[in-house]
């Protein structure tokens, strides 16, 4: 069962699975939908750490039965709970036996193999979110679930192409399907001819073919490019964001300022003239709210990549390009 099924609050929940990518996917949907129009950093509060330490159970289940402050929600999440030992687990499900009101507890799989009659204990009191998809039928309901409470809708051939080129790599499905709902709005039907630009090809390409692309709002064309450039061989996310972020905080230097052509944007960016008029001209498309977005949405990306989602390298820098596409194509002055 996905996070994306569940309507009614659990006061613990386990998520368990064989494949990293997929947990953190799940991990990231459920607590989206607890959390959510809160803000999470007074919600959301991890517990304990990851890595070969040892696990402080007290620790966690002090922060537990703390009650929420400021929000009616309080919601600890302790990762890697293969560290916990046979008297952890009692004392956890211990615990359970009177949960605390207001208060969720998110346990995640890692760090070794789960105490025997674990999961059987928390399904007692919870529930049990497990995204094992080792074998073809487990894959194949796995990939139907979530397309179910997608943000976007598949016709049937598009869902055939999706499963036909995701294989065994579902970890991509969560960052592919927000990528298309970026690209295209929530709610919309997505048919094969739609979704083929997001599967693209490989393929080394210049860094001002992609912000060519997102310069004129083409979503389509900026994903393929990207999906090119971090082809085997090609460009990290962080080189890509780097210069993206270049890109855009030129933009940011030239709203308001006082220059009336390419030469003078090139005099004040320090750059040659042709690339300093196209630069200007961006900037004159867009208004000072889509500028702050752009930068924004640059900036949380880089937060991405340093570990503040479970999504892989290509999928934060597929979302962001599919996001500045979007605010670049809707922006007029």
Known sequence: MSAATKTTTQPVYL???????????????????????RDASLVVEEVGG??????????????????????????????????LNSDDVKRVTSTLENPPSGAVLVLVAGGGAMPRGF????????TVIDVAARRFAERKSYLAEHLRGAPVRLNAQAQQ???KHLGEDLGRLHGLLETLSSAYGQGVTVDAEMLQPFLGSRG?????????????GDRAEALRVITRMMGPGGSSGHEILASLDYHFTRVARLEGADVRNGDDA????????YPAKKVLDLARRMDSGSIKD???????????LKGMTGLSEAMI?????????????????
Do not use: W
């Open 50 to 83: 990851a890595g070969n330490e040892d696990l402080d159970v007290g620790a966690v289940l002090d922060a537990y039965l703390t009650p929420p402050f400021l929000v009616d929600l309080r919601i600890v999440v302790v990762r890697d709970i293969g560290r």
């Open 266 to 273: 090139a005099a004040l960016l320090g750059i040659a003239a």
């Open 161 to 163: 192409e999706l499963s």
């Open 15 to 37: 998520i368990s699975g064989d494949d990293p990518s997929l947990i953190a996917n799940e991990v990231r949907s459920l607590l989206g939908t607890l959390v959510g129009q």
């Open 317 to 333: 820098m597929e979302i962001l390009v599919a996001r500045l596409s979007r605010v670049v194509g809707a922006t007029k002055r």
């Open 294 to 304: 752009a930068v924004e949405l640059v900036a949380n990306a880089d937060l991405d």
């Open 119 to 126: 999961s059987k204990a928390i399904g007692e009191h919870g």
């Open 204 to 216: 080394a390409v210049p860094i001002f073919d992609l912000t060519d692309a997102i310069d004129k």
